[in-house]
């Protein structure tokens, strides 16, 4: 999935991911650890889901939003009412373009009154806010000395209890200004994995005393390094889609421009109830009922991990594409997600899968594999 490209964003951890096995490629600018020579991902897979596991997720965009024009650029620029986001909460959002299609997704901090900070994904979601500073009293403040570890899994909270007074009691899309070893951190119980798990934003001279500490004290309890991929199948199994890897601009219609909508990616529940006026959004509303595809799961008749690219049929007839597919020792299944044809995306409906590596029987499910009620990211 990386990019041979050289990444203009350097990271405090490069040398850990070296030390690790890893060749830093990049991803959205920043040197990213994609894989960990000598560590299977099937390992770093059940780690998140038994145990847990500490990932640099540091190629997310970070930017402060300050001023008191700050929740107007929100409530244009993104698909959530942020009136309703109060400090010390956060929320998940979509962004779109005028054609109310999908340009990116982001996570909107409430740092304070007037201040945000905003966790953008590898779309153009950074370029849009910008956009919409013009005339107004507000200042967007591009943060790349802000590291983002991610500690996920069951035993992240165990863990982070040693060190943070209060971390039982965050709640879910909840977070806190505190100190871990000593480091001035904030930490956000929100994650990319389907696991109760925890992000701690920290100060790049502060990445590599603290990702050390995890490392070396987390190695009693099973607490290990992931990389990059593991997060590919821990979102497989957990409904959580990634631009562009599962977008239009990876797989362009035949006739159309790239661009999807939150109809078709099923992420239409980031739009709050009733809002209007954000970019898009007469768009958005007009486009409901009208999908050209639909983001669905595969759970595949095999023990091959699917491909991205590889073909669904029917008979002669394609119906879809892989986007991304994993196999869980766990649960000794092969899932993946798709895009599908409308028709073909409801549970139990029989298709087969072609790809370079693998040929088999597959059926339509629902892309909750796991966790389905979302009771353990939410649980107290």
Not at 65 to 80: D, K, M, N
Not at 247 to 262: C, H, I, K, R, V
Request: proline share 4%; net charge negative; charged share 25%.
């Amino acid at each position: 999935m990386s990019m041979g490209v050289m990444s203009w964003r350097r990271s405090p951890l490069a040398e850990r991911h070296r030390a690790l096995g890893s060749n830093l490629e990049d991803w959205n600018g920043m040197e990213t650890a994609w894989t960990y020579a000598g560590r299977s991902v099937a390992d770093e897979h059940e780690a998140i889901r038994t145990k847990a596991a500490v990932m640099d997720v540091s190629g997310l965009r970070k930017v402060h939003l300050v001023g008191p024009h700050s929740h107007h650029i929100l409530q244009r620029a993104t698909t959530r009412d942020v009136r309703k986001v109060y400090p010390g909460k956060s929320v998940y959002a979509s962004m779109l373009n005028e054609a109310g299609k999908f340009i990116d997704d982001c996570i909107i901090y409430r740092t304070g009154p007037n201040t945000w900070m905003v966790v953008v994904g590898s779309g153009t979601g950074y370029e849009a806010l910008t956009c919409d500073l013009a005339g107004k009293n507000a200042a967007l403040l591009f943060d790349d000395d802000l590291q983002d570890l991610s500690l996920q899994g069951p035993l992240a909270v165990d863990y982070l209890a040693r060190h943070v007074p209060g971390i039982r009691e965050l709640k879910y899309f909840h977070h806190m200004q505190t100190t871990l070893f000593g480091k001035h951190v904030m930490i956000s119980r929100t994650g990319y994995t389907g696991e109760r798990g925890y992000e701690i934003f920290c100060r790049a001279e502060d990445a590599t005393e603290i990702w050390d500490q995890i490392v070396a004290e987390g190695e009693g309890m099973g607490i290990i390094p992931a990389s990059f991929t593991a997060l590919d199948w821990v979102r497989v199994e957990s409904y959580l889609l990634f631009f562009p890897y599962d977008n239009s601009q990876m797989y362009p219609f035949a006739d159309e421009p790239p661009g999807d909508t939150l109809w078709e990616l099923g992420l239409d529940f980031t739009v709050s109830p009733g809002k209007t006026g954000f970019r898009g959004a007469e768009e958005h509303y007009r486009l409901k009922g009208r999908e050209r595809f639909k983001i669905f799961g595969v759970l595949a008749d095999t023990d091959a991990v699917l491909t991205a690219g590889d073909a669904l049929f029917q008979g002669d007839k394609r119906v879809g594409v892989v986007t991304c597919g994993m196999y869980s020792r766990l649960t000794r299944r092969s899932m993946a997600i798709a895009r599908m044809d409308v028709a073909v995306a409801r549970e139990g409906v029989a298709f087969e899968v072609r790809g370079a590596e693998v040929a088999c029987r597959a059926i339509a499910h629902p892309i909750t594999f796991d966790d389905p009620k979302k009771t353990k990211r939410t649980a107290a």
